[in-house]
């Protein structure tokens, strides 16, 4: 899909992003170019900036500085809300599902949040047209027998999957995922890695993950931070090879 | 499922029947009563178990509903105009929602006891307010003898047609309040009780929801404001003062602030001992007894009275059956 496009332009780019929390720079001058369909890692140690990154880019915290636009458009500005009509998703590093509502619900409240109108009042959602769409989307994250559980009943890695439904909710441009495998056994690991393999090529994926082995295997492109600056970027193989990031993950790669 | 439709026909036929097995006394001092107060409660319950959100206000509202009416049907003193009844009743529930929906500006960026506190001074200052002003809320006597309307020779403020008219607005209520927290809105609003960030993430606007929560909650305490109004046939700065306001979270906790059930079955129990406490206890005493049932419920059921009955029956219904309740689980509540 990408190569047929005429016209080259970048999924997202930001520019000079910074955040402040009083004295603490936690996204210090980040720059950023992705091209659609790009699936890019960012990587980090604890505290490095990368949620902080995520909750600019997606709306939930407005910039210190810098500038961030979305295929040719200027988001800097623009409500969260506003940016999820621009196809901008994302996931959270805790699993932030509607308890009090059944998996259908949920995934219903995503889909209607996309494409609107939210605040209908006069038919009930089982009578909506759009509710049919609450199942193909649970089949694609794997809860398609669970429909009507409760999400608060579900386990850990559900919620992961439930969260990663409600992103993908009406076509999404530019998906943001925090950490999506933290706290999953190996076994939900791969299912997630085949769930995030066969999303539509057209989709920018970035992915924050702090299971090297992981990011590098799923990703085309990884941009590694440190205290809130760019510390690297590169193809995998190029940061696998990287003897400082190795030891910024000492934990798991130190030799 | 079958179980909710058999206890959806036997509170029919109670509600209906009722009637015929009282005294004029219970059918309007208790019966009319806990339907009108208590479908103010439910504008309560409506926001605490569908959005998470804390209200004073809503006997404010319900005030405002109740001015309106006395002001625009029974002009005394020189204050008021009168209006055709229908352009009256109007008037008061649109002045009701818009004042719930101002309310929520207000309080749209507090959370849990903030926006108690913050609907608790709202709520003041429009008692000060009725009690002040003399140009259109005649000030210290407000308003008296308020009649419902007769509409086609029949009498609305006869204790039978009123006790009629109170069951039918009061199940319009309810069955409103449960019809909208299936719609899409109804849905946005228990993700913003849940998780307010994620449903912003969604796409949803959640002070807006906010609001309009608030908007709907009024008109919903406009109808039990009108309906109160025409049973005291009267209405002074003593119905929006501070017992008034706290009586309605009393009742609602009563009931169990986490299902709309809740409202009238705390209604029903507020409106019984508030009727009889006078009888065994010294008037004085009153708000001691309401403040330590207050207490036990907080302490031993804090879902209220419903929440006790509900899990009683889940206890009985064995252990086969799937914890159901989980929409109405009244822990999200102030967060
Ligand atoms: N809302 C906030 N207020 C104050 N400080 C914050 C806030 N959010 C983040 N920080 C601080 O900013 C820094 C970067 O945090 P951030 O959550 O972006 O890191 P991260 O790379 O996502 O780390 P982790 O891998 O632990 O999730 C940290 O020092 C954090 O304490
Ligand atoms: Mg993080």
Known sequence: MADAAVKQEEALVVEGLTRRFGALVAVDGVSLRVAPGERRAVLGANGAGKTTLFNMIAGDLPPSEGHISLFGRDITRLSPQKRVLEGVRRTYQKSLVFGGLSVRDNLYVAIRGATGPRLAIWRRVETQPDRDGTGPLAERVGLADRLDAPASELSHGEQRQLELGMALAHTPRLLLLDEPAAGLSTRERESLMAMLADLPRDLTLILIEHDLDIALKAVDFVTVMHNGRLLAEGTPDEIAANQDIQDIYMGKHGQ | MTLRRLLTVVVALVLLVYPFVVNSFWLVQIGGRTLGFGTIVLSLVFLTAYTGMLSLAQMTVAGVAGYATAYFTAPTGGVGLELAWPVALILALGLATLAGLLIGLVAVRTRGIYTLMITLAVAMAFYYL????????????????????????????????????????????????????????????????????????LGYNVPLLRVLAFGLAGFVAGIGGILNLWLNASISPGSVALNPVIDVLMAGVLGGIGHPAGAY????????????????????????????????????????????????????????????????????IGK
Do not use: K
């Open chain 2, 130 to 201: 009725t009690l002040q002003n003399y140009a259109v809320f005649n000030g210290f006597t407000g308003f008296n003898n308020v009649e419902p309307p007769v509409i086609a020779g029949l009498d609305l403020g006869a204790p039978l047609p009123f006790y009629y008219l109170s069951a039918v607005l009061a199940v319009l209520c309810y069955a409103g309040v449960r019809h909208v927290v299936r719609t899409p809105f109804g849905l946005a609003l228990q993700g913003l009780r849940d998780e307010p960030q994620r449903l912003q993430a």
């Open chain 2, 265 to 332: 079955v705390g209604a029903f129990v507020f409106t019984i001992v508030d009727n009889f406490a006078i009888d065994f206890i010294a008037r004085e005493r009153f708000n001691t007894l309401i403040g330590l049932v207050f207490l036990a419920i907080v302490l031993f059921s804090p879902d209220g009275l419903t929440g006790l009955v509900r899990r009683a029956w889940a206890r009985w219904a064995g252990t086969g059956r799937r914890r159901d309740d989980a929409p109405d689980d009244s822990t999200n």
